[in-house]
């Protein structure tokens, strides 16, 4: 789903450039096992790296947490 968002906004010619960041498990096999909650969590995956990923693209830095 990421790779079809991320091709609609660089080819919408909007009137001023989106910022876009994906937020996903790594391309890998996830060779630990548990809940989902535990593996969102060990990859990072949680509510509080979504909003700090945000706050970053607001603020036009280019670093992330």
Do not use: C, H
């Not at 609609?8 to 890998?28: H, Q, S, T, V, Y």
């Not at 909650?37 to 280019?62: D, H, Q």
Request: charged share 25%.
């Amino acid at each position: 789903l990421g790779s079809i968002v991320a091709e609609i906004l660089a080819e919408a010619n909007f009137d001023r450039p989106k910022k876009f960041r994906r937020l996903a498990f790594p391309d890998l096999f996830l060779e630990e096992y548990g809940s989902q909650e535990s593996s969102l969590k060990r990859y990072g995956v949680t509510a509080e790296n979504a909003v700090a990923t945000v706050m970053t693209l607001l603020k036009g830095t280019s670093g992330t947490k």
